[in-house]
């Protein structure tokens, strides 16, 4: 069976996946169009040298997202979920870098959805127990990607790609922000279904 398409296919989407990290938080942006993806930037937060002082982080990660949310407008967060490992304070730290993704994102009303590890990678690599190698190679595969920076980035900024891409896959199906269905969302914010020259602009602040 064919599915209609609806008007929202035939626009463009940009979709932000991020990979937290409290040292390195990996991010990537895509602009998708149909079954298009491009490639926008895919990167990391580098905290490395920040030192022990994980305030500090946290308020790096909320500027710099809110620094890539005004630069390329994403329509869509999807967030890969904490891992749940034993160290509990390892994981109260990568919570709280998650948040502060999602904070920044809803703060410009940007709806999210978070992704378990095996859900990305499985359906990256078809496997859900796949590596970063694996994942890496599947999206050079895949995609064109652009170069950056450092190697040592690299495979912290294909995990981000790799959610971008999840999200990409499942059609934005589990979206949900505060509660909320995407659906809901746009029909509570029309103006989020303009045209695309014309949502690169952002609009202006008004009291």
């Not at 981000?160 to 922000?177: F, T």
Request: proline content about 7%; charged content about 20%; glycine content about 6%.
């Amino acid at each position: 069976m064919i599915l209609p398409i609806t008007p929202t296919d035939l626009l463009p989407k940009i979709i932000m996946g991020v990979d937290p990290g409290t040292n390195i938080m990996g991010y990537a942006l895509i602009e998708v169009q149909g079954q298009r993806v491009k490639v926008l930037r895919y990167d990391v937060i580098d905290m490395q040298k920040m030192g022990p002082n994980h305030a500090l982080k946290l308020k790096k990660i909320f500027e710099r997202m809110l620094e890539l949310i005004d630069e390329f407008l994403p329509d869509e967060l999807a967030i890969e979920a904490p891992f749940y490992g034993v160290n509990v304070q390892s994981m109260l730290k990568l919570g709280r870098a998650q948040g502060m993704a999602i904070a920044a994102c809803l703060s410009r009303q940007i709806p999210y959805v978070e992704y378990a590890p095996t859900k990305v990678k499985q359906s990256v690599t078809g496997s859900g127990t796949a590596t970063k190698e694996q994942v890496a190679h599947m999206l050079r595969q895949t995609l064109t990607l652009p170069p950056i920076a450092e190697a040592s980035k690299f495979l912290d900024a294909t995990d981000a790609l790799a959610v971008a891409l999840c999200h990409h896959y499942q059609k934005g199906n589990n979206l949900q922000a505060g509660g909320k269905s995407w659906g809901k969302f746009l029909a509570d914010n029309p103006d989020k279904l303009a045209m695309p020259a014309a949502r690169k602009k952002p609009a202006a602040k008004t009291k």
